[in-house]
């Protein structure tokens, strides 16, 4: 497992550092405004029972959230579940299956690259829903080092478009998002 998340964060950095060259930034921004240097990477292990005893509309295994953090490079083994939301502020909201491809991570977007593409880069909203049997994966959520403040690139806004989110300390914003989730 220790070789395994040396490997998926090294993926991860990687990875940011396209996303970088994507906005029109630097290769190394995210290195440089201290996203990386004690970046917290967390490596959740995922069980979905087969059978919940679900009926109706009722939602089950996880409901409907977005990442908080940077990345999440999801490893799965290949059961379906996994649902994505492309109009998050929509309603109805619509959902679609994501179809894994062995071998290849899925990748979600998460709540501060939101933040830093000012919209441009929207965080993944997703859900996990019952598939008649057991489903197992690896998230990888990869967040800025906590001291980070994460505010708009200069690249994703103009005059005509302003700025969404105000610039906030990483840690912070990792705080008041638990405490939202899981209470105080």
């Not at 040396?6 to 921004?29: F, P, Q, W």
């Not at 071998?103 to 000012?118: L, P, S, Y």
């Not at 008649?132 to 080092?145: C, I, K, V, W």
């Not at 969404?164 to 939202?180: A, C, H, V």
């Amino acid at each position: 497992m220790e070789t395994y998340y040396d490997r998926v964060l090294s993926a991860g950095k990687r990875l940011i550092s396209l996303i970088a060259l994507a906005l029109e930034v630097e290769e190394d921004y995210f290195s440089k405004v201290g996203a990386l240097d004690k970046a917290e990477g967390f490596l959740r292990l995922l069980h979905y029972p087969g059978d919940l005893g679900c009926s109706g509309d009722e939602v089950c295994g996880a409901s409907a959230h977005s990442d908080y953090g940077m990345i999440t490079l999801l490893a799965t083994d290949g059961v379906p579940g996994l649902q994505v939301c492309r109009e998050k502020f929509k309603q109805p909201q619509s959902w679609e299956g994501v179809l894994p491809i062995k071998g290849a991570f899925i990748v979600n977007i998460g709540d501060m690259m939101e933040r830093w593409t000012n919209g441009l880069f929207r965080s993944t909203l997703h859900r996990v829903m019952p598939a008649g049997q057991e489903r197992y994966s690896m998230a990888f959520f990869l967040d800025p080092n906590p001291d980070c403040i994460v505010q708009c690139l200069e690249s994703c806004c103009s005059e005509s478009c302003p700025q969404r989110f105000p610039p906030i300390r990483s840690g912070d914003y990792m705080k008041e998002r638990f405490r939202l989730t899981y209470g105080s």
